[in-house]
């Protein structure tokens, strides 16, 4: 059923509104599903264009990234040493490509890569490239008789510029896209950058990567700015010829989310997140995460997500491979339910392993069913994470690796409870951002500001709840919301505790759901505390006992320590502290007690009133969002038998799912549809909820509530 009814809808118009007549949009919001054809220096020989515009036609893509130069060209360059493909011949084989995506309505990205020269040009212009410490040229780790680039260099000023401009002057294309473009993954001691930075700061480089070195710092922010004022270059050399075309380079989730506010208007009007794919420690939700954070800085810009069809991991590389269907399925979904629109690449035009289009076509049409839908509402998360990550600068070249367990964890536990819930930065934290937001989590990652905790005070006044744990709103002077959270510090954090338990205190719904225990395992970094008299303790800290020898392994006093603190505020808010690192020791131990606490405390938050609700078997992502009178969610299924890993090998369809909504007061008549497999669904209407049922899920299922208030039009629907 699902595929029929996809297989009907590509025959529609292909404006994402569903209008035919719908006012024109920017291209960047109106390129949402994108081909990215990464070429190789043979593909001239084989490129077979009738296969890919079919690919491009069943996949219903409106967009395409095509290989045009930097490293080789696909196209009759006229620029000395811009290398042609050595089987270019009289071919243009970008021209080719342009001329095709155009017929098909498609929007066009060239693609440009600077990060490394061939030795004929090595020899002719030594000084484009990056240098080692001791002066010697840094060669491509891969490949021989290449040689890596220095962006602080006239290659990247002046060569790559005159690339740019002869393409915007000679190609029918929207921008470019510039890839591997920010240098080596270290230090480059050209003399470009030498006397550039020497000029600037009246410094030498810094010898190594080292947050001591003061002239570090001075190197990391004299760096950021040349590579800003690079892409305006750039920008500046193509929009004379050009103005509608940009340049957009290429950047990682953490460079976006780190991007200066200011500049965001001038140079990011939308943004494609260079993460391909998972590696082995990554869950299956993180193409989710990645929307849902950037979202959580810039709610209103359009993100793509840039994922390849083949396995992409930092250790292993096969960049000319084909992943599960299931995987790359689930992978795009997964993404573009929380705003995160479809970027698929691959690598060689040559077709050797076609199993990679199938999932491809059913992802990207998919993804087409969703669209009008989704442009029709705003995504409506009534649970946050606050996103307060505080990046290492003394390590900018470890921005794709990033981690952060306990957030990690807390994600993992959220999604296993089903509870839908979406990002915050802490660069946007205001009362207007957090408008809709019932409970903010704070899994413990960074210390906030007292402006930042100044705004979570009136949050709670006004009716708003929190769970914070471990580190979150501590400095080394004590807690900044102490006070609200009704805690005290009393004592410094204590690391590498073992064995360690909490024991239940009373009957509360944050302990409920352990019949038969009178403890769970605790945490392995410890904050002490005392609590305030006006806050309840479910749970308290057993006093340490050893670990070994087995015959000494038991308590010795009661339970004492608050573990867990719990406060109803006046104004209807309520506030939760868990004093250990629940969510690392969760992602680290998985232990299923310690998902039941998370959820619990998010549950015991917002009083157990949900506005959406998921119940069946299977794990599932969920995401809500809002219309004027109507809400939209979103069951994506990511239930396989290795979810807790990045590969995905085969899903588990899901079973019956019963999907309710909150309703608002006076509404008599709900409507409900199923966006993929179509048709309406029997609405049962009790207690201000309204209900239905799925029988079944493969990939993902939107149901659509819409409603009117009494004497109103609407659908017909069931009463309890």
């Known amino acids: 059923m699902e595929l029929e009814v996809l297989e009907e809808m590509s025959t529609t118009t292909s404006d994402p509104s569903g209008a035919p007549d719908a006012p024109a949009r920017p291209w960047y919001r109106a390129a949402t599903r994108w081909t990215q054809l990464t070429f190789v220096e043979d593909d001239p020989l084989t490129f077979d264009l009738d296969a890919w515009r079919e690919v491009m036609r069943e996949s219903r893509s409106n967009a395409i990234c095509i290989s045009a130069g930097g490293y080789i060209a696909y196209y009759p360059t006229a620029i000395p040493f811009h290398h042609r493909s050595c089987h270019l011949g009289d071919r243009d084989l970008l021209g080719e490509v ?46 021989p008789d290449i040689w890596i680039t220095c962006p602080f260099t006239t290659y990247h000023r002046e060569f790559i510029t005159d690339v740019a401009c002869e393409l915007a002057r000679e190609y029918d294309v929207d921008a470019l896209f510039v890839n591997r473009w920010e240098g080596p993954g270290h230090l480059s001691y050209s003399e470009g950058a030498r006397s ?80 391909q794919g998972r590696s082995a420690k990554e869950a299956i939700w993180y193409a989710g995460r990645v929307g849902k954070r950037i979202k959580g800085v810039f709610p209103d810009r359009p993100i793509n997500l840039i994922t390849s069809v083949g396995p992409e991991q930092h250790t292993h590389r096969w960049k000319d491979s084909v992943d599960a269907p299931d995987e790359l399925v689930t992978s795009i979904v997964n993404g573009f339910i929380h705003g995160a629109d479809p970027w698929f690449t691959k690598f060689n035009a040559r077709i050797v392993d076609d199993r990679w289009i199938a999932p491809i076509v059913r992802a990207y049409q998919l993804h087409a069913a969703v669209e009008p839908v989704y442009a029709a509402t705003t995504a409506a998360p009534e649970v946050c994470i606050l996103d307060s990550v505080a990046l290492d600068d003394s390590d900018m070249f470890a921005l794709y690796t990033a981690t952060f367990p306990h957030e990690d964890g807390v994600y993992q536990a959220l999604l296993e409870a089903r509870i839908p819930f979406g990002y915050v930065s802490d660069r946007d934290l205001t009362l207007e951002r957090l408008a809709g937001v019932r409970v903010l989590v704070l899994p413990g990652t960074d210390a906030l500001t007292p402006a930042q905790t100044e705004v979570l005070r009136r949050f709670v006044a006004r009716g708003g709840s929190i769970v914070a744990a471990h580190a979150a709103t501590l400095r080394d002077d004590g807690f900044l919301l102490g006070d609200l959270l009704g805690v005290e510090a009393v004592g410094p954090v204590r690391t590498g505790v073992k064995n360690n338990y909490i024991a239940l205190t009373g009957a509360h719904r944050v302990n409920a759901g352990y019949r038969g225990a009178s403890r769970i395992v605790g945490g392995t970094s410890i904050v002490p505390i005392a609590a305030a008299a006006d806050t309840e303790v479910p749970f308290r800290f057993v006093p340490d006992f050893p ?45 299923l007690d310690h998902a039941r606490l998370i959820a619990n405390l998010v549950s015991w938050a917002i009083d157990d009133r949900h506005q959406v609700r998921v119940d069946g078997e299977g794990l599932v992502d969920l995401a809500v969002r809002r219309g004027e009178r109507s809400v939209v969610v979103a069951v994506a299924n990511i239930d396989n ?12 369809p899901l079973g019956r799912q019963a999907v309710s909504v909150d309703v608002p007061a006076g509404v008599e008549q709900v409507r409900a549809t199923r966006v993929i497999a179509g048709g309406e669904l029997d609405v049962r209407i009790a207690e201000g909820r309204a209900e239905v049922v799925l029988d079944a899920v493969e990939h993902l299922e939107v149901v659509r509530f819409e409603w009117s208030t009494s004497g109103g039009a609407g659908g017909a629907a069931g009463r309890a």
């Open 641 to 652: 038998a290795m979810s807790m890993r990045g590969q995905v090998h085969r899903l588990r």
């Open 98 to 143: 342009v001329d095709t995506a155009r017929s098909l309505g498609m929007r066009v990205m060239a693609r440009v890569d600077p990060h490394a020269v061939h030795a004929d040009a090595a020899a002719a212009h030594p000084e484009w490239l990056a240098r080692h410490a001791d002066g010697s040229a840094v060669p491509h780790p891969s490949f």
């Open 196 to 275: 550039g930075f020497h000029r600037a700061t009246g410094l030498e480089l810094p010898r190594r990567q080292d947050r001591d070195d003061p002239n570090w710092a001075a190197y990391a922010g004299w760096r950021s700015a040349y590579l800003r004022d690079l892409v305006d270059t750039w920008n500046d050399a193509v929009q004379r010829i050009r103005p509608a075309v940009s340049v957009i380079p290429n950047r990682g989730m953490w460079q976006t989310r780190a991007l200066d506010p200011a500049e965001l208007d001038r140079t990011s009007a939308a943004f494609y997140i260079d993460k």
């Open 547 to 591: 670990d070994l020898p087995m015959e000494e392994v038991y308590p010795r006093e009661s339970p004492r320590d608050p573990a867990i603190v719990c406060r109803t505020h006046a104004g209807g808010g309520r506030t939760a502290y868990v004093a250990f690192d629940v969510g690392e020791i969760f992602w680290e131990a998985l232990q």
